[in-house]
């Protein structure tokens, strides 16, 4: 008798446990799941990038009270600088790393598990997965500046035709935007000029755009305007010095490049070329020696 009590003891128990689980996953899937499949539906990539874009949202929102100055402002320049990618924010960059540090502690842990070695080694493959996304939005940076040095010398070309031309520092932009490359330095252009339509001054423009950008040869070029607006000197003068120069940068910069192009072949040359022709030739040799053949 006192089996049977408790065997419908733990069959209630059990049936309690299951209601339990039920009503608990029955509530996750009204309040978050339908939610988040919404947004998702509402997010122009939709699928797994449009859940992914969701999750780091909600992420970044339970981020904000964890926020610290120094890092939100360091983060806020370097997504300017790389052009707002994805239009992420510091918060969701944040995001971004500790999904990154989950990933790499899970694989971490995986592949001690699988090679039976010590777990602390997870950390260091945690470290990197929450270093990456800084690695990344580096590369962004790079990447944006690169098409910028590439544009600049053409863009300024332009400018400097239609300033000769006759037109004012506006109409001049307005021709570069319509005729430019597509690409971030036109995209720049076209936000100053939206800014000098809208009744900022040329250097509050120029001046942002040099703070979003942070180039060198951008900084120079607009600080070369900005002291000719001042001083009354022609437009049109210096920006055919500015253009020269530009040219004659980019062209030292490619015979640099050429010079180092042989010393950087020299680590695969050793490494790779080498080892192959040396197999190549003595093989024979070191088996007819193994093998008495001599």
């Known amino acids: 008798m006192q089996g049977m009590l408790i065997s419908v003891f733990f069959l209630l128990a059990s049936l309690a446990t ?18 988040l499949s919404a947004e998702t539906g509402n997010e122009s990539l939709g699928g797994m990038k449009g859940a992914s874009n969701v999750l780091i949202r909600r992420l970044g929102v339970m981020n904000r ?18 052009g707002e990618p994805a239009d992420y924010h510091p918060e969701e960059f944040m995001a971004l790393q500790e999904i990154g540090l989950a990933l790499g502690l899970g694989l971490g842990l995986m592949c001690a598990n699988t090679f039976e070695i010590n777990l602390l080694w997870a ?47 506006t109409g001049a932009l307005a021709k570069v935007v319509e005729k430019g490359k597509p690409g971030p330095l036109r995209d720049e252009f076209s936000l100053v000029l939206k800014q000098l339509k809208m009744g900022k001054s040329r250097e509050e ?3 942002s755009m040099v703070h979003r950008i942070d180039l060198p040869a951008v900084t120079q070029f607009v600080s070369a305007l900005i002291q000719a607006d001042r001083m009354g000197t022609s437009l049109g ?9 530009l040219r004659i940068d980019r062209t030292q910069r490619a015979e640099k490049l050429a010079n180092e192009a ?32 001599y």
């Not at 299951?18 to 939610?35: C, D, I, L, P, T």
């Not at 003068?237 to 120069?245: A, E, G, P």
Request: include cysteine.
């Open 123 to 169: 950390l260091p493959v945690g470290f990197i997965g929450l270093w990456y996304p800084r690695i990344w939005l580096n590369d962004q940076v790079k990447r944006r500046h690169l098409k910028i040095s590439r544009a600049l010398p053409y863009d300024l070309d332009l400018l400097t035709l239609s300033v000769e031309a006759g037109l004012d520092f």
């Open 18 to 35: 299951a209601a339990a689980v039920w009503f608990f996953v029955y509530w996750m899937h009204r309040s978050y799941v339908q939610k």
């Open 65 to 82: 009270r964890f926020m610290w100055p120094s890092y939100e402002h360091r983060i806020r320049r370097q997504l300017v600088r790389a």
């Open 205 to 207: 423009s120029l001046k």
């Open 262 to 293: 042989p010393v950087k072949m020299l680590l695969p040359l050793i490494g790779c070329i080498f080892p192959t022709v040396f197999l190549v030739l003595f093989s024979p040799i070191i088996y007819a020696l193994l093998t008495g053949a």
């Open 237 to 245: 003068k210096v920006l055919r010095i500015q253009s020269v120069q």
